[in-house]
């Protein structure tokens, strides 16, 4: 059993780093989406831009809580 461990725990530290890169890279790619739909809702209303920019950043803070989570997942699959 542990033998089987010591021989793929590389490959599950290559893995735990892919799973986190991917996370941060999706979390990237979600919110540059949400700021550039934002910036372009406001400017076509700007007198919704407060209602705009606080829903965006409620939003924004989802991504980055579930792209922590992601984060948090992947490590603890590397050190388990």
């Known amino acids: 059993m542990f033998g089987l461990l010591a021989e793929i725990a590389p490959v599950l ?7 986190a890169a991917i996370a941060a890279i999706g979390a990237g790619i979600g ?4 700021g550039a739909a934002a910036m372009e809702s406001i400017a076509r209303q700007p007198e919704a831009a407060g209602d705009i920019r606080s829903n965006m950043i409620v939003i924004a803070a989802l991504v980055e809580g579930v792209a922590l989570f ?11």
């Open 13 to 19: 530290g290559l893995g735990a780093s892919i799973g």
């Open 31 to 34: 919110i540059g989406k949400i």
């Open 70 to 80: 992601a984060v948090i997942v992947c490590a603890l699959c590397l050190f388990l």
